[in-house]
């Protein structure tokens, strides 16, 4: 079972059947997952498929999944996912950078023996409201407690503030800049910078 956590507003809690509604809205969301990266969810399918993965992965203690509620209305408001690089969703979270995933040199940046990774998001109508810094404190406490170290989490896009806000917040700190390739074919380096299009690593430590 995945362990209940709380905060002042907040439970994070094992995901139930009708979370996957939730779930599917934020995952299904084009403008979304160009933020939040991987695959768009498109039909049932993916997300039954998602849930027998989830459940086996947690069964075998290399990844968690809680799902956000508010304490007085109990319904799904967004997710926290915490995974080990054991889980079959390394691939799938490095897909934005492609051929790095597959880089030695690359992947010196990682400690992928006691490696975690962390990701979440929120329903667009309870974004901007302090949420997501408490869910995510919360999750980081059990970490501590666990022995859950490093942590790493991936930004796609530096224009998304929030989530680099969240991150900072709870002292994660910038560990490696990613640059797409092809943008780099078309402009240079300086100007990808300035206009904030590129992405970043970063990592927490106890």
């Known amino acids: 079972m995945t362990p209940k956590l709380t905060t002042s507003r907040l439970f994070l809690r094992e995901i139930k059947g009708n979370d996957l509604f939730g779930y599917y809205e934020i995952r299904s969301d084009k403008e979304t997952m160009q933020l939040f990266g991987g695959p768009l969810l498109t039909n049932d399918l993916d997300n039954k498929n998602f849930v027998e993965q989830m459940k086996f992965e947690r069964e075998n203690d290399i990844s968690y999944f ?3 509620v508010l304490k007085e209305e109990k319904e799904f408001i967004g997710f926290v996912r915490l ?3 054991k889980s079959n969703y390394y691939d799938a979270s490095f897909s934005a ?3 790095h995933k597959f880089d ?14 962390i990701e979440y998001a929120l329903l667009r109508n309870q974004r901007n409201k302090g949420i997501m810094k408490e869910a995510v404190g919360a999750v980081l406490e059990f970490c501590q407690l666990e022995n859950i170290n ?3 989490a ?5 224009t998304n503030t929030a989530t680099v806000s969240v991150l900072k917040h709870h002292k994660f700190q910038d560990h490696l800049p990613q640059i797409d390739q092809t943008l780099l074919e ?6 990808i910078i300035k206009n904030k ?8 430590t106890v």
């Open 66 to 68: 809680w799902t956000i």
């Open 83 to 85: 995974m080990s690089y």
């Open 97 to 99: 950078i492609g051929e």
């Open 104 to 117: 030695s040199e690359f992947l010196k940046y990682f400690d992928r023996e006691n490696g975690w990774e």
């Open 150 to 152: 490093p942590v790493y």
């Open 154 to 158: 991936k930004v796609n896009h530096m």
């Open 186 to 191: 078309k402009y240079d380096a300086e100007t």
């Open 197 to 204: 299009e590129f992405g970043m690593i970063y990592k927490w």
